[in-house]
């Protein structure tokens, strides 16, 4: 069993930034791909960033490119979001997930946190 829990979340203003943690506990957290997702109020969850087990190949959706950074510290058993020049539209509940059955592709997470806040204030 993988227990993840995502802290970091709040309201800031557009432009800002935040820094999302997710620390995990339980089986090998450095062997698994593992990412970030995001529901927004009425939407569907939807894709972030993800990351494989070494740290060393990372995933974006478009709308996060450029602004948003995914890492790793294994030794640390924490996975980080780094988010600068928030816009209201990242407003959502974020999640961080794992995939413990892949390490470098984020496929079918199986393991979940509960979310963190962040609103994004125009």
């Known amino acids: 069993q993988v227990q993840l829990v995502e802290s970091g979340g709040g309201l800031v203003q557009a432009g800002g930034s935040l820094r999302l943690s997710c620390a995990a506990s339980?089986?090998?957290?450095?062997?698994?791909?593992m990412g970030w997702f995001r529901q927004a109020p009425g939407k569907e969850r939807e894709f972030v960033a993800a990351?494989?087990?070494?740290?060393?190949?990372?995933y974006y959706a478009d709308s996060v490119k450029g602004r948003f950074t995914i890492s790793r510290d294994n030794a640390k058993n924490t996975m980080y979001l780094q988010m600068n020049s928030l816009k209201p539209e990242d407003t959502a509940v974020y999640y961080c997930?794992?995939?413990?059955?892949?390490?470098?592709?984020?496929?079918?997470?199986?393991?979940w946190g509960q979310g963190t806040q962040v609103t994004v204030s125009s």
């Open positions: 997930a794992l995939d413990s059955k892949e390490r470098v592709v984020l496929r079918r997470p199986d393991y």
């Open positions: 339980g089986r090998t957290f450095s062997s698994y791909a």
């Open positions: 990351i494989s087990w070494t740290g060393g190949t990372t």
